[in-house]
Every structure is written in structure tokens, then in C-alpha cells.
């Protein structure tokens, strides 16, 4: 579907946020509503942070705890002055006429807010997550309506998020949806395993352009010029060494940190004894 107006790019921990308030919604409550938090940036939003807030709704009324909204994003700002924001969540699929009036509501805060719907049913067995920005419509001099315009959506991450999200993933081929962390060495061969496939991937696309086989795209080209561009001039010998001499680093400190564990738990015993 083809959709104007600005990106919104979203981080995980702010989708972790918004299901975990609607798994602890009121008894009775249909969906949840919350402030999304983040920065925006020419034609980008990023949405970094939210929180829920408080409200009641019937088929006829919506009342929603506007002074814990104002009082949750000052304790915010405290913390994280960078974020501001940017507009509001819903769990479901629908924009109904409450969420015109919620909606409003947040354009006093921000200009042109946002509205994200979570759709928690799982219907497709897939959380449908859509943005939308509104737009007064109608006759001058009549009653004038709003419009939510469908934006685009991108899922983005810090290298911390990352880790936390490669985590939730090995838990859905685990039999007891359950895993531990790993060690440092452990997580440095799978990086070093993931970047030998991707290596591995470019290197059959670039054979399979020289043979033929493929048509040469310039956007991967260009990205290819750039990428090898970055990469720094060391010699093998110089890499082999720089590597051996970090590696004997970690496994240093591992062994102090184990030597230390251990003198703590038996100073334990010896104290209780």
C-alpha cells in the first residue's frame, strides 16, 4: 500500500511495553492506551519509549486519566530529556470514534502526533502493527472531520535490543519456552558464525553477477563500495595478532572473575562455619 508522510520507526522494547500493559489490563477492559515517546528527525519518527495511561470507555463516553499522563511524561523528561512526544497507542485494529477524541487530545501536546495500533487478537498469528497520522477533512464552514493516513512502518534496534530479541528467538524452539544466556565466548562465535554466512551470501551474489546468472543492482553495489571502503588495511599477521592478544585478554579476565567467585563463596563457608 502506498502511504505519504513520515517513516516511523519503532524499537522492540516499546512494543515489550505495550503488550505487557494490555497482559495487565484492568478485568473487563477491551484494549489499553499509552504516550509514545521518542525524536524526530526531518522525515523520520522514532518511537524509543511509551507508558499506558489510565482510562475508562463505554459505547457512549471515554474518560482518560489526563493528569497521569502529564505527571508520567514530566518524570520522563527527567530521566530522558531527549524524548518528547510524539503520539499515542491503541491495542486493536479499529479507529473508532473515541480514539478521534483521544487523538485530539494529543495534538495539544505534539504537533501532528502519531497513532500506533497493536493489534493484540492475533488473528493471522501475527501482531499487526499500523501508524496513522490525521488530517481535518470536510466543506468550509461545515462540520470537519478527521482522517487517519496508513504510514510506513520499519522495526529497528539498538545492538542491546538486539541481544535481548536473539534471545526471545531461541525460546520458540525451545521445548520449555525457556533459555539462559550465554557466555561472552559463546556469543562471540555466533557472531563470528552469522558474519561468515553473510560473507559467504555476498560472495555467491557477486560470483553469480560476473557468471551471469543475476542482474547486476547498483543500490547493492554501491552499498558493496561502501562497506569495503570502511573496512580498515591490516595485514593478516597484524589481524591474527591483534585477535590472539584480545581473546587472551578475555580469557583472563573470565579466569579472575571465577577466581574471585570462588574466594567469595568459600569465605561464606568459612564465615559460617
Known amino acids: 500500500m502506498s502511504v505519504f508522510g513520515p517513516i516511523v520507526k519503532i524499537h522492540p522494547v516499546v512494543l515489550a511495553s505495550i503488550v ?19 525524536t524526530i528527525d526531518k522525515q523520520t519518527v522514532e518511537v524509543t519509549n511509551c507508558f499506558s495511561v489510565p482510562h475508562n470507555e463505554s459505547e457512549d463516553e471515554v474518560a482518560v486519566d489526563m493528569e497521569f499522563a502529564k505527571n508520567m511524561y514530566e518524570l ?16 486493536g ?8 477524541l483521544i487523538h485530539e487530545y494529543y495534538s495539544r501536546e505534539a504537533t501532528n502526533p502519531i497513532h500506533l495500533t497493536v493489534n493484540t487478537e ?37 545492538d542491546t535490543e538486539r541481544i535481548g530479541i536473539d ?4 525460546t520458540r524452539a525451545s521445548p ?10 559463546s556469543q562471540v562465535g555466533v557472531a563470528a558464525a552469522r558474519t561468515q554466512d553473510m560473507l559467504a551470501t555476498v560472495l555467491t551474489y557477486i560470483e553469480d553477477v560476473l557468471s551471469g546468472k543475476v542482474q547486476a543492482d ?56
Open 20 to 38: 505487557d500493559a494490555y497482559e495487565r489490563r484492568n478485568e473487563g477492559a477491551s484494549r489499553v492506551i499509552g504516550t509514545l515517546l521518542g
Open 218 to 273: 547498483n543500490s547493492v553495489g554501491r552499498f558493496l563500495t561502501d562497506l569495503v571502503s570502511k573496512v580498515p588495511k591490516i595485514a593478516a599477521e597484524d589481524f591474527e595478532t591483534m585477535l590472539n592478544s584480545n581473546i587472551n585478554d578475555l580469557l583472563m579476565v573470565t579466569y579472575l572473575s571465577n577466581l574471585t567467585q570462588a574466594q567469595i563463596a568459600l569465605n561464606e563457608k568459612l564465615v559460617i562455619m
Open 176 to 185: 520449555g519456552r525457556s533459555n539462559g544466556l550465554t557466555s561472552d565466548l
Open 93 to 100: 485494529f479499529d479507529i473508532t470514534e473515541h480514539s478521534v
Open 122 to 158: 492475533l488473528e493471522t498469528r501475527k501482531m499487526v502493527i499500523k501508524a496513522y497520522v490525521s488530517a481535518q477533512m470536510g466543506v468550509p464552514g461545515k462540520t470537519v472531520g478527521v482522517m487517519f493516513t496508513p504510514l510506513t512502518v520499519k522495526y529497528i534496534s539498538y
Open 76 to 91: 520522563h523528561k527527567k530521566v530522558s530529556p531527549s524524548e518528547v512526544i510524539i503520539g499515542w497507542y491503541a491495542t
Open 167 to 170: 534471545l526471545l528467538q531461541r
